[in-house]
């Protein structure tokens, strides 16, 4: 398996654009997380999801965030507009029990700059 | 507000020493889980002690478990300059599937 894959892997936009992060889980995990890491705010926990339903956005910092899971193959979160704060790295982890009794596996994580 | 605490922040230790970190949380928990994250990488996880052990072993690994301090530690026996990278311990807080990871500790191996 190819693992958790995230695209992409590095985006330099400017303040009040839209991002666009990608996620494809691995196959047949049905839990899917994303975090957000910054040196002052560590890793933080954005929002879950379990067969493709949203189960805890309380992590998501402000209506600007917005993320989404079609299928049980592809997940998006989205910024709009972005501002300089959100720089960070997102990564998307997915597993195959929720991350309090399984494993979890991170993609590379997707480095954001907004300038 | 981070479950877990990692002790100490930074670790710079000769290869072939052994590395200890330690890490402290605030609730009850399940289960404790221990990541690593190369610089650059995403994390991996390396093992997983349930509330009811108190010692498990993977390879070169050792962790320890007293739910009744709230804490956690993490040996690495004869470090090797590859285990060089940031060490996180997670944890979830009363029900769900919330993993929250603690503030890490940066590990070197020197040659």
Not at chain 1, 28 to 40: A, C, P
Request: net charge neutral; proline share 4%.
């Amino acid at each position: 398996d190819a693992g958790v894959i995230q695209s992409p892997r590095h985006e330099v936009t400017e303040m009040g654009q839209e991002v666009t992060l990608r996620c494809k889980p691995i196959s047949g995990h049905d839990y899917l997380f994303w975090y957000r890491q910054t040196m002052m705010r560590g890793l933080e926990l954005l929002i879950y999801f379990n067969n493709n339903v949203p189960i805890d956005d309380s992590g998501m910092p402000e209506d600007r965030f917005s993320a989404k899971m079609p299928n049980a193959s592809f997940s998006t979160l989205k910024i709009q507009p972005s501002e300089p704060r959100d720089s960070a790295v997102y990564f998307c982890a997915s597993s195959i029990q929720g991350g309090g009794t399984g494993e979890l596996f991170f993609g590379e994580g997707s480095r954001l700059t907004v300038l | 507000s981070q479950q877990g605490e990692e002790d100490p922040q930074a670790l710079s230790i000769q290869e072939g020493e052994n590395a200890t970190m330690n890490c402290s949380y605030k609730t009850s928990i399940n289960n404790l889980q221990w990541y690593r994250q190369n610089s650059g990488r995403g994390l991996v996880h390396l093992i997983l002690i349930r509330s009811n052990e108190r010692e498990k072993h993977s390879g070169r690994l050792r962790v320890t478990l007293d739910t009744s301090k709230k804490s956690s530690s993490l040996l690495i026996t004869a470090s090797r300059a590859a285990d060089t990278a940031s060490y996180f311990c997670a944890t979830r807080m009363g029900g769900g599937n919330k993993l929250t990871f603690g503030t890490g500790t940066q590990l070197k191996v020197e040659l």
